[in-house]
């Protein structure tokens, strides 16, 4: 999948999203944890900010979204040679997940 362009831009990073719900979670924590460089976890408390300073790890990201004690989380990896950032939104029906693909 490419990125997408603008004539009077640079390109635009890719943005997938789709739900899942806590045992497909838990199974891409464990993909993470296994086959990414994890480089950081944070709480989320609003579209554009982040909850104080404090890093989580993967297990801490995890277990706070399915104990319902935070509405967020953003992950920070590698991949393949990229490094990439999900968002992962609590939702009634479980979680959403909004994955970019950033250039390094």
Not at 49 to 65: N, V
Request: glycine share 8%.
């Amino acid at each position: 999948m490419s990125e997408p362009t603008f004539a009077d831009g640079p390109p635009v990073p890719l943005l997938v999203e789709g739900a899942v719900d806590a045992a497909a979670l838990q199974q891409l924590f464990t993909e993470l944890a296994t086959a990414a460089q994890f480089l950081g976890a944070k709480e989320k408390n609003g579209p554009t900010s982040l909850t104080g300073a404090d890093e989580l790890t993967l297990d801490m990201a995890l277990a706070r979204l399915l104990s319902g004690a935070a509405r967020a989380i953003q992950i920070r990896y590698r991949f393949d040679g990229r490094e990439w950032t999900d968002t992962i939104i609590a939702i009634p029906s479980g979680f959403r997940v909004v994955r970019c693909r950033h250039e390094i």
